[in-house]
């Protein structure tokens, strides 16, 4: 039989991928790109920007789309088998990946490019070379003997201990459970009473989101939440199962990312994540942190006072503030997140986010048929109006074959596709992202690649015959979300490497996804996302009202929280030795910042999934530093008008078709017209 991996089809044919596919396809693709990387160093291979991705990109491409199929699937659709298969071939992967990043033949091929195309090459083209350079040098291109080899073992133990920590934390959130009866359970939504019912009347309450979250907000029962809490802030540590306890990993995560750091030159592994982002030193990152928390502390202790007032006299333990801020929440606005979740039905708001963006950047969405990896996930296309005229893009675009550009059902050239995977459920990493099938690419062949994108949340699912149900942040997740997919889906950018998201400023790549998060409290919007679960009736605007009250509700709070967490990193991997004081490092970031101090027992830090198992080490900043220019390029709107036209296109335009092909400061720069402010945020925020 064929195996799926190994198609050149369009999309993965995700539901006939088995775990016995991904050995020999990967293992073949792997030779084939190592042939291709042989052809592409060879000396008379001419130094030539077309040549080179004619013969290299074209083999590592495929490598990349299959290995990424398989990742996805382990990371929503996780069996010991595929676990077991994907780990098998992560080392071999790993490898060739730090080879070819490394290689000295490969990194003279693009210096001579640069040397005798440079000038003349596209702007993109300029930049991917740029970025490449770069590239070459923080992957080790410059090292030789002992340290080359030190610096790929480094890169294979690292992957296998990333890889290791997200298993545990998904291990230890799907094993455990508590089974509670009706009593223990007073307070708590009637839905999520549906969702967690037994055959014999008990409940099975797990530590997924969905049931997580409002237990802690509603259950009256204090030892219930105690109970849920202690597991959740325990999760893969060694309060837990040996065998998830994520402590060990964690410290040699940290202390090979030091190693690294040496090896190539640098006081820090702070110093190595921050060369390719807009922040230059860690310090600057602190600073901008430090001011922030500065700016926010007087909000947030006014938040903690008005809580303990409110609670009069109450035990106020972690476990405990949720529960009396929802209750604060209710009496100050007189409503509840369950009040609000009754509008927001799923097929409602998915239909609604569409219809947001045909209107705001003229494109249709529609659903289509695709392979998918569980009976939710939905897949759709996304066209140009048929009577909108094409882009301007950065290099001639050829007349491709008819599934690339052709006109379908909805009619228009097609733009992007994507799957859309929104429910919790066992075997799914927690959280959610965007990641990518693939991206917007002009093949050597003359072949037009349209983007392809993965949207994954973890919502409650639907319950009987009725559709499921979104709390308001719910709703703001999937705007963020679908902000990161706008971002990969809209590029006109046709070079691979600066595609989309792709050479993307890490500090600046949540812009648009938080950018779209303002759309969720406009009363225009939320009239298109909402209808009553029973009479479909939108959400009234008296309720809207309150929400818009509420909206800064704890935003001192939260605001240090994600503080603690960006200097906890920054602190973490910058201080050389800081992987053998871990909690140390953490109880002193919480003493300069939090005003609220979770127990001793809380272990935070050994699920922190973003640092250590993701792409956000020494980076968790970002989200604050992208959020100072998203609220700014939103104020823009503001000034103009949410649905101007014209203020769209240059957003468009300017940001998202741009992706990484210019400078993430240039981008901004061109769709505001000055450098960002910090007035819009803290405005936005109700700390202005």
């Given at each position: 039989m064929t195996n799926p991996l190994l198609s050149t089809a369009a999309l993965p044919?995700?539901?006939?991928?088995?775990?016995?596919?991904?050995?020999?396809?990967?293992?073949?693709?792997?030779?084939?790109?190592?042939?291709?990387?042989?052809?592409?160093?060879?000396?008379?291979?001419?130094?030539?920007?077309?040549?080179?991705?004619?013969?290299?990109?074209?083999?590592?491409?495929?490598?990349?789309?299959?290995?990424?199929?398989?990742?996805?699937?382990?990371?929503?659709?996780?069996?010991?088998?595929?676990?077991?298969?994907?780990?098998?071939?992560?080392?071999?992967?790993?490898?060739?990946?730090?080879?070819?990043?490394?290689?000295?033949?490969?990194?003279?091929?693009?210096?001579a490019v640069v040397a005798a195309q440079g000038s003349t090459l596209s702007a993109p083209r300029q930049q991917v070379l740029k970025h490449a350079i770069r590239n070459f040098v923080l992957s080790g291109a410059e090292l030789q003997g002992a340290a080359r080899e030190r610096y790929a073992a480094i890169q294979e133990r690292s992957a296998e201990l990333q890889q290791q920590f997200s298993e545990h934390v998904l291990d230890a959130?799907?094993?455990?459970?508590?089974?509670?009866?009706?009593?223990?359970?007073?307070?708590?939504?009637?839905?999520?009473?549906?969702?967690?019912?037994?055959?014999?009347?008990?409940?099975?309450?797990?530590?997924?989101?969905?049931?997580y979250l409002p237990v802690m907000q509603y259950a009256e029962n204090r030892e219930l939440r105690e109970k849920l809490y202690r597991a959740y802030v325990t999760r893969a540590s060694e309060q837990g199962k040996p065998e998830w306890d994520n402590s060990a990993a964690m410290r040699e995560i940290v202390a090979l990312r030091q190693e690294e750091a040496q090896l190539l030159g640098y006081a820090s592994f702070a110093e190595v994540s921050l060369a390719p982002k807009m922040a230059s030193t860690p310090d600057e990152v602190k600073t901008f942190l430090r001011d922030l928390a500065k700016r926010a502390r007087p909000f947030a202790e006014k938040d903690l006072a008005e809580l303990r007032e409110f609670a009069k006299g109450a035990p106020l333990e972690s476990w405990d503030v949720s529960y009396w801020s929802e209750k604060?929440?209710?009496?100050?606005?007189?409503?509840?997140?369950?009040?609000?979740?009754q509008y927001f039905t799923a097929p409602k708001v998915v239909a609604g986010l569409f219809s947001i963006i045909e209107?705001?950047?003229?494109?249709?969405?529609?659903?289509?048929?695709?392979?998918?990896?569980?009976?939710?996930?939905?897949?759709?296309?996304?066209?140009?109006?048929?009577?909108?005229?094409?882009?301007?893009?950065?290099?001639?675009?050829?007349?491709?074959?008819?599934?690339?550009?052709?006109?379908?059902?909805?009619?228009?050239?097609?733009?992007?596709?994507?799957y859309l995977d929104l429910y919790a459920r066992n075997g799914k990493r927690p959280g959610a992202w965007m990641d990518e099938v693939r991206s917007r690419w002009l093949k050597p062949t003359g072949e037009?690649?349209?983007?392809?994108?993965?949207?994954?949340?973890?919502?409650?699912?639907?319950?009987?015959?009725?559709?499921?149900?979104?709390t308001h942040d719910d709703v703001i997740t999937l705007f963020h979300e679908f902000g990161h997919?706008?971002?990969?889906m809209l590029t006109q950018v046709n070079d691979l490497g600066v595609s989309g998201i792709s050479g993307v400023e890490w500090d600046a790549v949540e812009l648009p996804s938080q950018f779209m998060e303002n759309f969720c409290w406009e009363w225009d919007v939320l009239q298109q996302l909402s209808?009553?679960?029973?009479?479909?009736?939108?959400?009234?605007?008296?309720?809207?009202?309150?929400?818009?009250?509420?909206?800064?509700?704890?935003?001192?709070?939260?605001?240090?929280?994600?503080?603690?967490?960006?200097?906890?990193?920054?602190?973490?991997?910058?201080?050389?030795?800081?992987?053998?004081?871990?909690?140390?490092?953490?109880?002193?970031?919480?003493?300069?910042?939090?005003?609220?101090?979770?127990?001793?027992?809380?272990?935070?830090?050994?699920?922190?999934?973003?640092?250590?198992?993701?792409?956000?080490?020494?980076?968790?900043?970002?989200?604050?530093?992208?959020?100072?220019?998203?609220?700014?390029?939103?104020?823009?709107?503001?000034?103009?008008?949410?649905?101007?036209?014209?203020t769209g296109k240059r957003f468009l335009n300017e940001v998202l078709e741009q992706g990484g092909a210019r400078d993430a400061i240039d981008n901004f720069k061109a769709f505001r017209g000055r450098e960002p402010k910090i007035d819009a945020l803290l405005r936005h925020q109700g700390m202005s």
């Open positions: 044919d995700f539901a006939a991928i088995h775990p016995e596919h991904v050995q020999p396809a990967i293992t073949e693709l792997l030779v084939a790109a190592q042939a291709a990387l042989d052809e592409a160093t060879k000396p008379e291979t001419p130094a030539d920007y077309d040549t080179l991705s004619r013969i290299l990109d074209t083999s590592t491409e495929h490598l990349g789309a299959a290995w990424g199929a398989v990742g996805h699937l382990n990371a929503v659709a996780d069996t010991p088998a595929l676990r077991e298969a994907y780990n098998a071939m992560l080392p071999a992967v790993t490898e060739f990946s730090t080879a070819m990043g490394a290689n000295e033949a490969l990194f003279a091929k693009y210096k959130t799907d094993g455990w459970s508590y089974i509670a009866n009706a009593e223990e359970l007073a307070g708590v939504p009637q839905d999520v009473l549906d969702a967690t019912k037994l055959d014999d009347g008990g409940h099975k309450l797990t530590l997924h989101f969905p049931v604060l929440k209710e009496a100050r606005y007189a409503f509840s997140d369950q009040t609000v979740k209107r705001l950047f003229d494109v249709s969405i529609s659903e289509a048929k695709a392979s998918v990896w569980h009976e939710t996930v939905k897949f759709y296309e996304m066209r140009r109006k048929p009577s909108s005229p094409s882009p301007t893009v950065t290099s001639a675009v050829p007349q491709g074959d008819a599934a690339a550009l052709g006109s379908g059902p909805a009619g228009g050239e097609l733009i992007a596709q994507f037009q690649q349209t983007p392809v994108a993965l949207l994954t949340c973890n919502f409650a699912s639907p319950v009987g015959d009725k559709p499921a149900l979104l997919g706008l971002h990969h209808g009553h679960v029973d009479s479909g009736e939108p959400l009234p605007r008296e309720l809207f009202d309150k929400m818009t009250a509420a909206k800064n509700f704890q935003s001192g709070l939260m605001t240090l929280r994600q503080i603690e967490f960006a200097l906890f990193d920054m602190r973490l991997h910058g201080e050389p030795g800081a992987e053998g004081h871990v909690q140390k490092v953490l109880d002193e970031v919480r003493a300069e910042v939090a005003v609220l101090i979770p127990p001793a027992f809380n272990r935070f830090q050994h699920s922190f999934s973003h640092v250590f198992a993701g792409g956000y080490a020494a980076g968790y900043y970002s989200y604050k530093w992208a959020e100072l220019l998203s609220a700014d390029a939103w104020s823009a709107f503001e000034e103009e008008g949410v649905f101007n036209a014209a």
